[in-house]
């Protein structure tokens, strides 16, 4: 079962500028988390928000939740070379006992 | 350091033979998962174990088979009546037992079967 799902599927842009992915899900949420996998790699864990919080920071990161759309997005300000990887959103939903739900992701790639 | 070992990175097997994937953490960490991903594609949950001895399926789990004998070890067992068992698979730990903590993972296996 797919919850989240990230927009763009792609994103190509250079070092400097911002890069914005979008995430949306379909259920009631107890949080949202966003994760980065490198090629080849396991996901690393970037930023969690919990379901009654509309906005994080973390360093470049910048992430809002709007539970109203069911929608989310990560905001990566200044980015770098080294940012170049697939960037995925997981849901946790309001049930005990459940695992995180994992989109598709967005693939960034950053040039320099 | 504190983490979460897969091996080996890369297996190959024959159409056929059951194969089990290694997964071991040092984090003291209650919960483990297995995630199976694709080209393109993202997670998908194969198993999942909350305590030792217990655990749980996925939304694939059909083909697969798990043990949780140990808190550390959560191995994985890709049986033969896996239908498309090639995939990069992902183990994952959390602390706790609530749903929606943080993953840790480890660096995968890449599994070919031809």
């Known amino acids: 079962s797919q919850q989240g799902e990230e927009d763009p599927q792609a994103l190509s842009i250079q070092e400097g500028e911002n890069a914005t992915m979008n995430c949306s899900y379909k259920?009631?949420?107890?949080?949202l988390q966003w994760y980065r996998q490198n090629s080849g790699r396991g996901l690393v864990h970037l930023i969690l928000?919990?379901?009654?919080?509309r906005e994080k920071h973390s360093g470049r990161l910048r992430v809002t939740l709007d539970t109203s759309k069911k929608s989310s997005s990560l905001l990566i300000t200044a980015s770098r070379a080294a940012d170049t990887a697939s960037y995925f959103c997981?849901?946790?939903?309001?049930?005990?006992?459940?695992?995180?739900?994992f989109g598709k992701g967005t693939t960034l790639s950053v040039s320099s | 350091d504190g983490g979460i070992t897969q091996s080996p990175k890369y297996l190959f097997r024959k159409e056929g033979q059951n194969v089990t994937l290694s997964c071991e953490q040092n984090?003291?960490?209650?919960?483990m998962y297995w995630y199976r991903q694709d080209p393109g594609q993202g997670l998908r949950l194969i198993y999942y174990?909350?305590?030792?001895?217990?655990?749980q399926k996925g939304d694939i789990a059909e083909g697969y088979s798990v043990s949780r004998e140990k808190k550390e070890s959560f191995p994985l067992t890709v049986t033969s009546a896996q239908k498309n068992p090639t995939a990069f698979y992902l183990c994952?730990?959390?602390?706790?037992?609530?749903?929606?903590?943080?993953?840790?993972f480890g660096n995968g296996t890449r599994l070919t079967v031809t």
């Open positions: 994952a730990s959390s602390a706790g037992q609530g749903a929606g903590r943080p993953l840790h």
């Open positions: 259920t009631s949420i107890n949080n």
């Open positions: 928000i919990r379901s009654n919080e």
């Open positions: 997981a849901t946790a939903v309001n049930q005990a006992g459940t695992a995180l739900i």
């Open positions: 984090l003291n960490h209650d919960a």
């Open positions: 174990s909350q305590i030792v001895n217990d655990f």
